[in-house]
């Protein structure tokens, strides 16, 4: 079976080859760095930036009927904020809660009638961005009737054991996971310091 190319690998796919082989030592020099991954975004006439208290987000959580992470300790999160009278309105959300090298993400939460499906995306490339930068390695997150989104971003089912201990997700929801944005990955257990 051949190459689709004749230059050979494109440059995206060696850059995400390179990432699931880097050692610890040089997996800092192939990450995003923390302030681009964090600056605000644009689309569809929204904000999208960084939460600087995951909280804000809470009450889309509970609109939606959503569970929140046990543990507020290591959590990020970015918000959807649409124009309004009084400034602007927060009408989306996701949440990454950390431990060591892994993270869980809830959400996304979206309640803007507009692009919904669209704003779940961007919210879950802000997030990914994010957390990579600040030191997760593999990512997870539960269905909620999300699938193309977590396919189109390279996430890929998985046994809910994969699960690590530390990170609040609901048994019985499935579960995706995300490592470099591969699907050529195994199920070992990773080094989580």
């Excluded at 079976?1 to 880097?22: C, E, V, Y």
């Excluded at 960084?50 to 046990?70: K, M, N």
């Excluded at 507009?114 to 990579?132: G, M, N, P, R």
């Amino acid at each position: 079976m051949g190459r689709s190319s004749a230059r050979g690998r494109r440059p995206a796919a060696t850059r995400a080859a390179a990432r699931l082989h880097a050692t610890s030592s040089d997996a800092g020099a192939l990450a995003t760095s923390l302030v681009s991954a964090t600056l605000p975004r644009s689309g569809q006439g929204l904000a999208y930036r960084p939460l600087d208290d995951a909280r804000r987000a809470r009450s889309l959580f509970d609109y939606a009927a959503l569970p929140w992470p046990r543990q507020d300790g290591r959590l990020l999160a970015w918000g959807a904020f649409q124009p309004a009278s009084d400034g602007e309105e927060l009408v989306g959300g996701v949440v990454a809660e950390q431990s060591s090298r892994s993270a869980l993400l809830h959400g996304p939460v979206v309640i803007s009638s507009q692009e919904a499906l669209q704003i779940a995306a961007q919210l879950v490339s802000a997030i990914l961005d994010h957390t990579v930068a600040a030191g997760a390695s593999t990512l997870f997150a539960q269905p909620q009737g999300l699938d193309r989104i977590w396919v189109r971003y390279g996430f890929i089912p998985v046994p809910e054991g994969t699960l690590p201990e530390g990170l609040s997700g609901q048994t019985g929801e499935g579960l995706y996971a995300w490592r470099g944005g591969s699907a050529v990955w195994s199920l070992r257990r990773i080094d989580t310091e």
